[in-house]
């Protein structure tokens, strides 16, 4: 049975794939069956069930209102976990995937008065869908995209001839120093109702909301998308817990630095996993009893505070027990 809050998957074919740079392929899926796919906003990501169970999350970078396609755009990471490996080793025009319907946890605020669009390397991805989007609704905005090189530059030529091209800031590594990221004067002008967006590598979007929050920017003017879950220190005074199976009564102790999922595992009971990072959503389990203490980038804020659910890959609990319907 499905649990709450997660949606049946689509199925969909690659009706395209193409090299958009150095190391970067898109692929363009549509509907198997033929049909409109469900409409999303800027921002939105999919979670891609790919061969061999994997399940990876990827932004949607094509313009928002598309329902006849939808379009991703993957790195192919050297030191891949396995899905970066497998979109692009055994993902081709053709094949046919489970993904689903889109999500998002990274969306434009609404009522913004402009927007400032920050993204690194392949971080570019929901960049574009919004774009697309604010350029669409008139709305001010500017974007600055830093890259290695040109030639990892995914979709220059496609920004180069946007009708709002000149709003697009390109920063390359190895270009002038006249064109580098200049992140103090970048993010010097937090004025009211300006909001600032990025994605990209962890190191990237930590460097640039130091620099904004050190400039003054509050935290509500800030927002980002992780390409995995951000990282979680253990924090100090943290305990162990029970966690009870509804279906038998069995209690099982989690101590500190240890999911839940792994707890389960030593005590002989299997939660089906697989990005093992909150993000992907295959643990998704009904809380019952006790409050958890969410750390996923899956569940909405609104499914987060119900606490009627959690993601038992990373989750902790701010309770003693939490009694799960398992």
Sequence with gaps: MTPAGVQPLLQVRVASRRQEAQ???????????????????AGAHVDVHLPGGLVRQYSLCNRPGQTQRYQVAVLREPQSRGGSQ??????????VLAISPPRNSF??????RSHLLLAGGIGVTPMLAMAEALHARGEAFDLHYAARSRARTAFAD???????????????????PAQRLDLPAVLAAPAPGRHLYVCGPQGYIQAVLDTARGL???????????????????????????VQLASSGQVVMVPVGTAITQALAEAGVFVATSCEQGICGTCITRVLE???????QYLTADEQAANDLCLPCCARSHSARLVLDL
Excluded: K, N
């Design 23 to 41: 190391g970067i392929s898109s692929f363009e899926f549509v509907a198997a069956g033929g049909g409109p796919l469900p409409a999303f906003d």
């Design 86 to 95: 497998a979109m692009h080793e055994q993902v081709h025009e053709g094949t």
């Design 107 to 112: 969306p434009l605020a609404a009522g913004a």
């Design 158 to 176: 496609a920004l180069a001839a946007a009708p709002y091209a000149a709003r697009v800031h390109l920063h390359l590594d190895d270009g002038p």
């Design 216 to 242: 003054g920017w509050a935290e509500a003017q800030l927002h980002c998308e992780y390409f995995g879950a951000a990282p979680v220190a253990v924090a100090a005074g943290e305990r162990p817990f029970e």
């Design 290 to 296: 006790g409050t958890p203490e969410h750390r996923d």
